[in-house]
């Protein structure tokens, strides 16, 4: 397995490099591609470890709290973060509110999913304060704005997570001690998520899906296909308030 200091130390030269001011968006695009591979390839890698020895890996939870506004938007988001990883969330719900989500997966999967969570929800918050929608849709309520742009940001990121994963995987030419392929212990890996996930969750109803009004998706959309996969020093930090 590389080394875990060596991997972040990629990550952190290829993010400095894609918000180098002097490269293009295609370029900085790329590089971000990049990172992203690189820190799913480390949970592929992971993975691989616990299947030869099952000690090193098991499945928790992570209970991850939410505060308003938008926390059913950070709910998603946090979701939108843990599928790609081979984990499941359930969402508590307070009203019309939603105060928490617990994650569900396996130890390495959860630790990637919340420093992930937190690295974006803190970035999504930084451009959510300045964001307004613009004046030629007609009047639109800054909320309702940035409720859809939220939305966009959590696409983003679940696409470009879930690319980077498949490319992880495709890549990975190692086996296990057996000789079983990356894909069936991801698989196998997955099965023991759900079931266990079944076990204790199975008897919850999904949440119905809503109606949102706002123009945002497409600046957010943007912003989520931009935004830096560093999770490096956050591990500390608490989880910004997202401004009304």
């Given at each position: 397995?590389?080394?875990?200091?060596?991997?972040?130390?990629?990550?952190?030269?290829?993010?400095?490099?894609?918000e180098d001011p002097a490269v293009t968006e295609a370029e900085a695009e790329l590089y971000n591609t990049k990172a992203a591979e690189l820190i799913a390839r480390y949970g592929i890698d992971r993975a691989m470890l616990a299947a030869d020895d099952h000690t090193?890996?098991?499945?928790?939870?992570?209970?991850?709290?939410?505060?308003?506004?938008?926390?059913?938007?950070?709910?998603?988001?946090?979701?939108?973060?843990?599928?790609?990883?081979?984990?499941?969330?359930?969402?508590?719900?307070?009203?019309?509110?939603?105060?928490?989500?617990?994650?569900?997966?396996?130890?390495?999967?959860?630790?990637?999913?919340?420093?992930?969570?937190?690295?974006?929800?803190?970035?999504?918050?930084?451009?959510?304060?300045?964001?307004?929608?613009?004046?030629?849709?007609?009047?639109?309520?800054?909320?309702?704005?940035?409720?859809?742009?939220?939305?966009?940001?959590?696409?983003?990121?679940?696409?470009?997570?879930?690319?980077?994963?498949?490319?992880?995987?495709?890549?990975?030419?190692?086996?296990?001690?057996?000789?079983?392929?990356?894909?069936?212990?991801?698989?196998?890996?997955?099965?023991?998520?759900?079931?266990?996930?079944?076990?204790?969750?199975?008897?919850?109803?999904?949440?119905?899906?809503?109606?949102?009004?706002?123009?945002?998706?497409?600046?957010?959309?943007?912003?989520?296909?931009?935004?830096?996969?560093?999770?490096?020093?956050?591990?500390?930090?608490?989880?910004?308030?997202?401004?009304?």
């Amino acid at each position: 397995m590389p080394d875990h200091d060596a991997l972040l130390a990629r990550v952190r030269k290829l993010l400095a490099k894609a918000e180098d001011p002097a490269v293009t968006e295609a370029e900085a695009e790329l590089y971000n591609t990049k990172a992203a591979e690189l820190i799913a390839r480390y949970g592929i890698d992971r993975a691989m470890l616990a299947a030869d020895d099952h000690t090193s890996d098991e499945v928790a939870t992570v209970r991850v709290r939410l505060d308003n506004p938008y926390s059913r938007d950070k709910a998603e988001l946090m979701s939108s973060i843990a599928q790609p990883l081979r984990c499941r969330t359930v969402f508590h719900q307070l009203g019309k509110s939603v105060s928490a989500v617990t994650v569900f997966g396996y130890r390495s999967d959860l630790e990637r999913a919340e420093l992930l969570f937190t690295s974006l929800l803190l970035q999504a918050g930084t451009q959510l304060t300045r964001v307004r929608p613009d004046s030629w849709w007609g009047y639109e309520s800054v909320s309702a704005y940035r409720r859809t742009w939220l939305h966009g940001f959590s696409v983003a990121v679940h696409r470009r997570l879930a690319e980077a994963e498949r490319r992880a995987v495709a890549d990975h030419t190692a086996t296990t001690a057996a000789g079983r392929p990356t894909d069936l212990v991801l698989r196998d890996r997955k099965a023991v998520v759900d079931q266990a996930y079944a076990e204790q969750f199975g008897g919850l109803r999904t949440m119905g899906r809503r109606k949102l009004s706002g123009s945002g998706y497409s600046d957010g959309h943007h912003a989520g296909q931009r935004a830096s996969l560093d999770t490096t020093g956050l591990r500390e930090r608490a989880s910004p308030r997202l401004g009304p």
